[in-house]
């Protein structure tokens, strides 16, 4: 048996983790593994690595992922498609595991449909798959979040200031939400509410006029004020699976606090440091359940489905209900974060 493995999309710290996984697992079972490099652009251009054992050694605590990864989409041009294919049979691939997000299981999905072996890990930092409670590399993310908040903290405080923090969430603000309950925000803006810049400056004014006087914003990068249609960007560039590239909410939202409020204002946006570095233990460990468990379903000749935490179990999941939709954030969660808000 030969395993591909290939890791899709915005890299995740736990990547590393599900690769060295793979490898470790399959070896108990005798499987061969080839490493594609930089996602779907690998498979079209057909560049593969064999990986043992040696080649993952020391790598469960590093952050990106050792194959490389891109945005690449296959399925834009029947071109790249072909040659996906080709290059499987060619590679000698038995199976393919796909480590990504909704776009890169998407591909591993259609793939299965067109008769390809293919199995689906879970990855985002975003936490926006369906299907499973946490994706890995959230943790991560959200860990990072709070230690910036904590130091955002004590600056803005010491100048009286607003301080807009940007989080990454394109459709869904689990971020922002996670971390900005941990790190005591004082009010969170998702792109599943469309907020009220009224309300906000609300806050704002009346923190600045009690003792308190400071005020931290966490807002994820796809949130909207009430009544403007699609994002704030700075960029109109789309990528590969036609996102638009986010970012400009934060210093969007620090101009006008500043000049609805009279409140001094600053924005930070947090951006790829969210994403880089070494997963944290969470993360880690739940990189390798997955890894583990997605050559189990190999062995088990169980294909076309993701890997997926549901309580504290790992369990398998038709990849089609993975990315049939973004999940959204528990709003129960978000009511606890509301609490401290103002
Ligand atoms: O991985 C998803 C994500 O983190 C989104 O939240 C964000 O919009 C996007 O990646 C940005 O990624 P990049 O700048 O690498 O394209």
């Not at 998407?106 to 990855?123: C, E, N, S």
């Not at 308190?212 to 990528?239: H, L, N, W």
Request: one cysteine or more.
């Amino acid at each position: 048996m030969k395993i591909g493995i290939l890791t899709g999309g915005g890299d995740c710290p736990g990547l590393n983790a599900v690769i060295r996984a793979v490898v470790r697992k399959a070896s108990h079972y005798r499987y061969d593994v080839l490493g594609i490099k930089d996602g779907w652009k690998g498979l079209v251009e057909g560049e593969a690595i064999p990986l043992d054992a040696k080649a993952v050694s020391g790598i469960l605590p590093r952050g990106g992922t050792i194959l490389g990864t891109s945005r690449t989409n296959p399925f834009k041009s029947p071109d790249a498609a072909e040659k996906v294919v080709g290059n499987i049979k060619k590679l000698g691939l038995d199976v393919l595991i796909g480590v990504g997000g909704d776009d890169t299981l998407g591909v591993a999905a259609k793939l299965f449909k067109q008769g390809i072996k293919t199995i689906g890990v879970p990855k985002t930092i975003d936490n926006d798959l369906s299907g499973t409670d946490f994706t890995f590399g959230f943790d991560t993310a959200i860990s990072i979040v709070t230690e910036a908040l904590d130091r955002l903290h004590t600056t803005t405080e010491a100048h009286h200031r607003a301080m807009i923090v940007e989080v990454m969430g394109r459709h869904a603000g689990w971020i922002a939400t996670y971390g900005g309950l941990a790190g005591g925000a004082d009010l969170i803006l998702i792109p599943e509410k469309p907020f009220d810049m009224e309300e906000v400056c609300n806050i704002v004014k009346k923190r600045a006029e009690s003792g308190r006087g400071f005020s931290i914003i966490v807002v994820a990068e796809g949130a909207v004020p009430k009544g403007v249609e699609g994002y704030i960007t700075k960029d109109v560039k789309k990528d590969a699976f036609g996102h638009v590239l986010l970012g400009g909410i934060g210093e969007f939202l620090a101009k006008e606090v500043e000049k609805k409020t009279g409140v001094e204002s600053r924005h930070v946006v947090l951006g790829h440091l969210q994403r880089g570095g070494s997963p944290t233990a969470y993360d880690r460990i739940l990189a390798t359940r997955y890894g583990v468990r997605a050559v189990e379903l190999i062995n088990e000749g169980k294909f076309g489905m993701m890997v997926a935490l549901q309580g504290n179990k790992i369990v398998a999941i038709p990849l089609e209900e993975g990315v049939k939709q973004t999940k959204t954030v528990d709003m129960d969660i978000y009511k606890v974060a509301e609490v401290f808000f103002g």
